[in-house]
């Protein structure tokens, strides 16, 4: 259904509306309808657009009409370059992926759950009538297996409320230890059929991320490893995503990957065995999936140090 629908090939417009100084400055011009053009001649065929709860809700939970049409104009921007869109709220109030934004209480405060179902209400009603153009993806990278019980009943209850807006959108749903493939067997049995299996892929994280200053135990640039010398590889791969591919055949549910790539510190070369081998497998098992990330947060593909290698990758993808 997925590739069908269009949300097979796509990339991620990370560091526009998330991940940022929210800035007028940044997010008028970070993105533009050229970017948009680009990604459509690249042969993509939708975008993963996050955001963050900053841009489009207040503290006390209301919504932010200025923030919610730079979301209208990125959709409306997406559709004019015939590209499809996966809404991906990035952070909520009280909870990111990332520990140094400090949101905390997310899974213990009915507070902060309400002002997140409240951002999936207002996100159903304003684009729930186009169930084949935009996708809704609930919550960037749930991290400890902790928040598992919690989030289980907190997505379903969103994804019930979504339904009173929108009975046909397409939904995507991801596990703990921050999306991992591995965790997906923990989650219930989608909602409905219209709900999907997501999850990202950095593995190995030792590869993926050699040299990444928010990491502590792969800062080091000098401890770089080779593709070779990774360990990865076409089985590898196979064999890590076994237990999301058992759990989605056995729920007969479709997967998608919503963020997978490789650090700008790998060179470019480096990188390519590495899109080939995991593509393989995406492509084996019909696995649909969007790249970290079109431009610059550490692994823009649009970034100059790509063109060398950038048309032996895009058929990869």
Not at 127 to 152: I, S
Not at 216 to 228: E, G, H
Not at 248 to 254: S, V
Request: aromatic share 16%; with cysteine.
């Amino acid at each position: 259904m997925l590739k069908e629908l269009g949300f097979y090939r796509g990339v991620n417009l990370g560091g526009w509306l998330s991940q940022c100084d929210y800035s007028a400055a940044r997010m008028d011009g970070f993105i533009t309808e050229a970017d948009f053009a680009q990604i459509a001649r690249w042969g993509f065929d939708h975008v993963r657009l996050p955001v963050d709860y900053d841009v489009i809700q207040n503290p006390d939970g209301s919504m932010k009409e200025d923030g919610l049409r730079r979301v209208d104009r990125a959709i409306e921007l997406a559709e004019k370059h015939g590209l499809n869109v996966v809404l991906d709220l990035h952070k909520t109030q009280g909870f990111s992926f990332d520990a140094g934004e400090h949101e905390e209480g997310f899974f213990e405060s009915e507070t902060y759950q309400a002002y997140f179902y409240a951002v999936w209400d207002c996100f159903a009603a304003r684009y729930g009538n186009k169930p084949t153009h935009v996708m809704f993806d609930l919550l960037n990278e749930v991290t400890e297996a902790r928040y598992l019980e919690a989030w289980k009943r907190i997505s379903r209850e969103c994804v019930r409320r979504i339904r009173q807006h929108a009975p046909e959108a397409l939904i995507l749903l991801g596990s703990y230890q921050w999306n991992s493939a591995q965790t997906l067997p923990a989650l219930d049995a989608p909602y409905d059929s219209r709900v999907f299996y997501n999850f990202h892929f950095y593995e190995p994280h030792a590869f993926t991320h050699q040299g990444a200053y928010w990491e502590a135990p792969y800062r080091d640039v000098s401890a770089r490893y080779t593709y070779a010398e990774s360990g990865a590889s076409e089985r590898y791969f196979e064999k890590f995503l076994a237990p999301a591919l058992e759990k989605a055949r056995r729920e007969g549910c479709e997967l998608y990957c919503g963020e997978y790539g490789v650090i700008d510190v790998v060179p470019p070369e480096e990188a390519l065995p590495w899109f080939r081998d995991l593509h393989a497998v995406f492509e084996r098992h019909g696995i649909a999936r969007s790249l970290w990330s079109y431009k610059q947060m550490d692994f823009g593909l649009s970034d100059p140090r790509m063109d060398a290698v950038r048309q032996k990758l895009l058929p990869l993808l």
